[in-house]
């Protein structure tokens, strides 16, 4: 990975990219009274273990550091949410993202990236967070959803204040002794929620063909959900619906400019786009952490961690295991097998993922065909989220061909 790290200004905290991958693949941080889990079979076999290690992770977050259960509740977040209610929760929305589904979106996404690059190049320059990478599937999303794609300055706002700061905490410290000021989280996600809930509101009403009505009159055992439950699943949605293809085109960019042996590849040969997503994928992991909490007493990694314990599993660190991965540290499309945990495992698998790789694909041919060669701006420096958990670009201008 050196020559991602030297290209670049990678984030100290992005620390699974700065260092060599650790020794011992589970730990106790005293800082933040969690245990971090940096090895590939152990992150295996948490993610694929709902009954050792739960997703309920916020019932070990200190007090008075969430909001009341008037102003916030977690219930319907479907990865907050453990078997059985987990596995009903996600059948309804599963047949929105069949590979069926999602492969009929193609001409819709080809379009739509036609007509945002057609903008950025009457605009002289190209910029592609802002031009493509954040537009793109957040339109998708919104139309899937059934919420005006013209409002995702509003989307991006609050995917901001949610996403881009570095909001770790310590399980070990009162609310007035943490390192963050989370005021600021809080209040987009209750104008997010309250947003969300007015069109949820408007569906009752008037029903259309989109999720966000499929919600509103799912019937789970008989009743239909709670308000509460249909904004947070589409909380979900609409952020992990645009927020990964956000970071994985520009992660993919990236590795194609900093490997331009790689690219020309690529380029020469289509059929290795898929790949090198997958291979960007693996290597600069979009959502680097996952938590799980303990429920009993367990032994992973050779440590043994009590119950009710929070675990950071962190799977971009997990993929460059090298006990899995050999040069791990290498940009390879060709690496087959590659079983990275990008899209996690078991029951939580990112339900978008067929639509994360789909619009990827058609992004990535589509800049291939525009841009030769697809190069970063070497006097417009890129831009990295600082998010530790977080692995992406909100700014990465690309030389535009004259």
């Known amino acids: 990975m050196v020559g991602v790290v030297e290209r670049y200004d990678i984030p100290e905290q992005h620390f699974w990219l700065r260092e060599p991958w650790p020794g011992r693949p589970v730990e106790y941080d005293a800082g933040t009274g969690t245990w971090g889990v940096y090895g590939y079979p152990e992150a295996q076999e948490i993610l694929a273990d709902p009954a050792r290690f739960s997703s309920t992770t916020m019932r070990l977050v200190p007090k008075g550091l969430m909001p009341s259960g008037e102003e916030f509740s ?3 977040f479907l990865t907050q949410i453990d078997p059985p209610e987990h596995g009903k929760l996600r059948k309804l929305v599963s047949s929105a993202f069949t590979r069926r589904v999602v492969a009929d979106l193609e001409p819709r996404i080809t379009a739509l990236a036609h007509e ?4 950025a190049r009457g605009r002289g320059r190209m910029e592609l967070v802002a031009d493509l990478a954040y537009p793109l599937p957040v339109i ?5 959803l059934g919420v005006p794609g013209d409002d995702r300055p509003l989307f991006k706002r609050w995917a901001d204040a949610l996403f881009q700061r570095d909001a770790r905490i310590s399980l070990g410290k009162s609310a007035k002794e943490q390192p963050v000021d989370l005021r600021d989280t809080w209040r987009a996600w209750k104008e997010m929620s309250g947003y969300l809930a007015d069109h949820a509101a408007e569906r009752r009403r008037r029903p ?16 239909r959900l709670p ?4 904004v947070n699943f589409a909380i979900i949605l609409l952020l992990a619906g645009h927020i990964t293809t956000t970071m994985l085109l520009g992660n993919t960019v990236l590795c194609l400019d900093a490997f331009p042996e790689q690219q020309e590849k690529v380029r020469a040969d289509r059929a290795l786009v898929p790949a090198a997503i997958e291979e960007s994928l693996r290597l600069l992991t979009p959502f680097a952490a996952l938590g799980r909490a303990t429920t009993r007493e367990v032994e992973i990694g050779g440590v043994t961690i009590p119950p009710d314990q929070l675990l950071m599993v962190w799977i971009a660190a997990a993929n460059r295991d090298p006990r899995q ?26 339900l978008g993922a067929p639509l ?5 694909r058609v992004a990535l041919n589509i800049l291939l065909d525009r841009f030769n060669p697809l190069r970063t701006d070497p006097e417009d420096r890129v831009e990295f989220m ?17």
């Open 140 to 144: 998708v999303i919104a139309e899937l």
């Open 74 to 76: 977690m219930e319907g």
């Open 386 to 402: 600082p998010t530790p958990t977080m692995t992406g670009v909100r700014r990465l201008p690309l030389i535009v061909p004259s």
């Open 208 to 223: 259309r063909a989109d999720l966000l009505t499929r919600l509103v009159e799912a019937d789970v055992d008989g009743e």
């Open 116 to 119: 945002l690059l057609d903008a």
């Open 356 to 360: 994360a790789r789909l619009e990827g």
């Open 325 to 350: 991965f050999p040069d791990a540290d290498v940009f390879d499309p060709g690496r087959d097998p590659n079983p990275h945990l990008a899209f996690g495992r078991g029951i939580h698998f990112c």
């Open 227 to 230: 308000d509460a439950q249909v």
